[in-house]
T-cell receptor
């Protein structure tokens, strides 16, 4: 069964730190991988989408990389701020027997304290 | 980028009533849509795959008679929670796949059954 795993499950850091959130998937036959942010009680906000042909994407203080061979993606957050506090989810469009289905990790809950 | 609209964003209903959630792809046709459910502090779990013009494929443990899915057109899928009970209170989100592999997500619907 295709799975997406996120490590760590929770993270609490002081403001200003650079952070790395990890996402791993069990099958290198991935079409794309997307990182989301979810605030408590809210919906998903798309942060970055990496196609399988790409190695990384950047948006502001966020940088996401994709390594298909190792089945890993990382989300790098530079100079973290309290406003970055949220749950970060990765979702990979994985091949499930010929059907390509977006599959979510369990998320990393991030708290950035002043 | 492509847009997926989900409506309503939140709904409160009485126990025993039915609630319909709509998922529309606004600027592309989606032959396949996915419905997810998120319990508090849990990840988004796939409930079913909705295919235009045919019956939905439900994941193991999801009651098809309780969660009715209709994908009547290439731009609209609906999820109806029938005879809702408090344990059905959750966050529901849909995804529409463009071009066979690129997934776009609705903002989600928070259902509260009282």
């Amino acid at each position: 069964k295709q799975e997406v795993t996120q490590i760590p499950a929770a993270l609490s850091v002081p403001e200003g730190e650079n952070l790395v959130l990890n996402c791993s998937f069990t099958d290198s036959a991935i079409y794309n991988l997307q990182w989301f942010r979810q605030d408590p009680g809210k919906g998903l906000t798309s942060l970055l989408l990496i196609q399988s042909s790409q190695r990384e994407q950047t948006s502001g203080r966020l940088n996401a990389s994709l390594d298909k061979s190792s089945g890993r993606s990382t989300l790098y957050i530079a100079a973290s701020q309290p406003g970055d506090s949220a749950t970060y989810l990765c979702a990979g469009v994985l091949d499930r027997g010929g059907s390509y289905i977006p599959t979510f990790g369990r998320g990393t809950s991030l708290i950035v304290h002043p | 980028g492509a847009v997926v609209s989900q409506h309503p964003s939140w709904v409160i209903c009485k126990s025993g009533t039915s609630v319909k959630i709509e998922c529309r792809s606004l600027d592309f046709q989606a032959t396949t849509m996915f419905w997810y459910r998120q319990f508090p502090k849990q990840s988004l779990m796939l409930m079913a795959t909705s295919n235009e013009g045919s019956k939905a494929t439900y994941e193991q443990g999801v009651e098809k008679d309780k969660f009715l899915i209709n994908h009547a057109s290439l731009t609209l899928s609906t999820l109806t929670v029938t005879s809702a009970h408090p344990e059905d209170s959750s966050f529901y989100i849909c995804s529409a796949v463009k071009g066979g592999s690129e997934a776009f997500f609705g903002q989600g619907t928070r259902l509260t059954v009282v």
